[in-house]
């Protein structure tokens, strides 16, 4: 694929990204996403197979917007108490980040395809457990180098905060409230406190 055809399946995706999370799968329409385009449905079909393909792809591209900037802010620490207090202070900000943005694209695309899509509903949990998965990594590191309590079982505790975290964007969301999610980073950290540090 040359490069006029990256940029041109990039500025599809980018001009489409939004319209996906905000609507969904099924409320996004062919002519919605010509007349974000500019583009004809040949056209946006030459860079991709289908609207499936589309679709997926466009959630992965707002995932990335999501998640990206956390991963650079944790990459600039070491310590693994360090990295989980930027994951909550980055969540702390996270409501204000999705609202413009049409809502949390895991949380949209999940409930969304859930039993109706399973291309996109297998996209959305490869990237929930890559995430889950991460913060397990990051308390482990954390037992294996003493900055944990060894007592710690990584996995349980990972799990459990993804799911306290993602829990707090779905009542956020639903009420428009983004004390669900603040309230909640106060008790993980509180948690951290507690258990983590010896």
Do not use: W
């Amino acid at each position: 694929m040359s490069v006029d055809n990256l940029d041109t399946r990039d500025f599809i995706l980018q001009k489409v990204a939004p319209i996906f999370n905000k609507q969904g799968y099924v409320g996004t329409s062919l002519s919605d996403l010509t007349k974000a385009t500019g583009l004809t449905k040949g056209a946006i079909y030459f860079y991709f197979e289908n609207k499936q393909e589309l679709a997926v792809e466009a959630f992965k591209l707002n995932v990335k917007k999501m998640t990206s900037p956390l991963g650079i802010q944790i990459s600039l620490y070491t310590n693994s108490i360090e990295k989980l207090r930027v994951l909550t202070n980055y969540y702390r900000n996270y409501y204000n980040m999705i609202i413009d943005n049409g809502g949390c694209p895991i949380l949209n695309v999940g409930a969304d395809s859930n039993n109706i899509n399973p291309a996109l509903f297998d996209a959305v949990k490869k990237v929930s457990k890559r995430l889950e998965k991460d913060l397990i990594t990051i308390i482990q590191d954390g037992v294996i180098n003493n900055e944990i309590r060894s007592n710690i079982d990584a996995s349980v505790y990972g799990k459990n905060i993804y799911a306290m975290i993602e829990g707090s964007i779905f009542m956020a969301s639903t009420r428009h409230d983004g004390s669900y999610i603040n309230n909640m980073m106060d008790m993980i950290d509180q948690l951290i406190q507690e258990k983590f540090i010896s």
